[in-house]
């Protein structure tokens, strides 16, 4: 089998809620997501998805997505899908860094060496653990008061993890997460992730204010230096994400006792064999997982499930289902929430088949 096509598409994903906004003032009201079809000298075409979150949050972007696959093509032309591991070598012999880029790549390798198994990505992943997967739920930051009305709303629907934006000022993240923690119940929940926005000094304020409360402080600085620094100054369970981008980084962090949790976003560290060796590697030093992605539809939704669904409940922290937040559906046979949770499909590959509509005409085309 050889790869002879690749089809790129870019999709808008406006959000049900109107905005996403986290720390420093940053915010998304559409979402520019890359899908990718791979397709075979034997007929069968794979899928995969990259969204960043905007261009501000990680080192990626839409149309920097695009370009890079466009880079990677002509390599890739002539490979055996199914060889996963050798088609990772050849994108980083060809691609130094920008992990981003290869993610829907990888995706949509796995998604064809599905179909020619029969089997689904998690089956190959290592089986399915448990009925189903926990989700969180991301509170976009606003005021307080609103803040905890829309934790209200979403436990309803059935959630019970929350993951609350902050990294605002002080006084104002103080009175976010004392007003939400109002709202739970017992066994909820509720992760402070300032997703970089505070300075040391800011963190342990906010830290010891509520220390008092039930609730997770998340990557509260940029340098993992700080990072470091708040963690070994608090009381509360803490979590690591941004800093968390390869094994490298997890291993130092595991040496340090950095983080009691983190974070794995398939796209930050290359794909899903990339996010798999570190998942594995998780479970190996008994590292609880939330695992995701920076953002996505339908098709990075599935990848995610795959993936969660493959790992032992014991260390999965939660997921989330990125395609209930955006008004676009981009693929049938997606997983769809039901009370908080999502099941990973059983059917072979990530189990979805994109909505020709919904994607329109590709934006490149590539032929071997």
């Known amino acids: 089998m050889k790869i002879t096509e690749i089809r790129v598409y870019q999709v808008d994903l406006p959000l049900k809620e109107g905005r996403y906004a986290w720390a420093d003032g940053k915010f998304v009201e559409v979402f520019d997501s890359t899908v990718v079809a791979i397709s075979t000298d034997e007929g069968i075409t794979g899928y995969g998805e990259v969204c960043p979150l905007g261009p501000f949050y990680l080192p990626a972007y839409g149309p920097g997505a695009r370009a890079g696959i466009g880079e990677l093509a002509p390599h ?19 691609l130094l860094g920008h992990p981003y880029v290869k993610s829907p790549l990888d995706m949509a390798c796995w998604d064809i060496l599905g179909k020619v198994t029969k089997q689904s990505v998690a089956q190959l992943m290592g089986g399915r653990f448990g009925e189903s997967v926990e989700l969180y ?21 059935g959630y019970r993890k929350f993951q609350l934006k902050v990294g605002g000022r002080v006084a104002d993240d103080i009175e976010r997460i004392r007003a939400v923690a109002d709202r739970l119940g017992p066994g909820d929940i509720l992760v402070a992730d300032a997703n970089t926005g505070w300075l040391a000094a800011d963190a342990l304020r906010v830290a010891n204010a509520v220390e008092n409360l039930d609730v997770f402080i998340e990557q509260p600085c940029v340098a993992y230096a700080n990072c470091l620094a708040v963690r070994e100054h608090i009381s509360l369970p803490f979590i690591l994400d941004e800093n968390i981008d390869g094994v490298d980084t997890l291993l130092r962090a595991y040496a340090d ?8 976003k398939i796209s930050k560290v290359g794909g899903l064999s990339k996010a798999r060796q570190i998942r594995d590697l998780c479970v190996t030093l008994g590292i609880p997982m939330t695992i995701e992605d920076s953002w996505g539809g339908d098709i990075i939704t599935a990848a995610i499930a795959h993936l969660a669904h493959s790992t032992p409940e014991r260390y999965r922290f939660s997921s989330t289902d990125f395609n209930s937040y955006v008004t676009v559906q981009i693929a049938e046979g997606a997983p769809q929430r039901i009370e908080g949770r999502m099941q990973a499909s059983q059917e072979a590959g990530l189990g979805i088949e994109p909505i020709t509509a919904a994607l329109g005409e590709p934006v490149a085309l590539y032929r071997a």
């Open 137 to 157: 739920r991301a509170i976009s930051q606003q005021p307080a008061a609103e803040m905890a009305k829309n934790v209200a709303g979403y436990r309803e629907e």
């Open 257 to 264: 006792r950095a983080m009691d949790a983190v974070n794995i």
């Open 76 to 94: 890739l032309f002539g490979e055996d899908p199914t060889a996963i591991a050798r088609i990772n070598a050849v994108m980083d012999r060809a």
